[in-house]
């Protein structure tokens, strides 16, 4: 098993960057690929990203292509989301999420532990 938790999160103008970071405990951290999702209100949790175990491979959504950056440290424990040139529609809870299903997944039902969450609003 691996628990999760998410910060930095916060509030910041359109066109400005967040770094997020999730730290997993336990000593197998490594061995889970890590994804990050977001959840607006009224709407249902959306895949943004993914990293494999090892950090070699990356994928996103298209709406995170460009200015998102997924990373890990497998030393630290911890997977981080850069994100740049926030927009307000980036405005969202978001959640980081471990498998260990070796191909790239957007769906949420394929993560098998989920951290609590981090507030992230963009102003315009």
């Known amino acids: 098993q691996v628990q999760l938790v998410e910060s930095g999160g916060g509030l910041v103008q359109a066109g400005g960057s967040l770094r997020l970071s999730c730290v997993g405990s336990?000593?197998?951290?490594?061995?889970?690929?890590m994804g990050w999702f977001r959840q607006a209100p009224g709407k249902e949790r959306e895949f943004v990203a993914h990293?494999?175990?090892?950090?070699?491979?990356?994928y996103y959504a298209d709406s995170a292509k460009g200015r998102f950056t997924i990373s890990r440290d497998n030393a630290k424990n911890t997977v981080y989301l850069q994100m740049n040139s926030l927009k307000p529609e980036d405005t969202a809870v978001y959640y980081c999420?471990?498998?260990?299903?070796?191909?790239?997944?957007?769906?949420?039902?394929?993560?098998?532990?989920w951290g609590q969450g981090t507030q992230v609003t963009v102003s315009s």
């Open positions: 336990g000593r197998t951290f490594s061995s889970y690929a």
């Open positions: 999420a471990a498998n260990q299903i070796l191909l790239p997944t957007i769906r949420a039902s394929t993560y098998n532990y």
């Open positions: 990293i494999t175990t090892t950090g070699r491979s990356t």
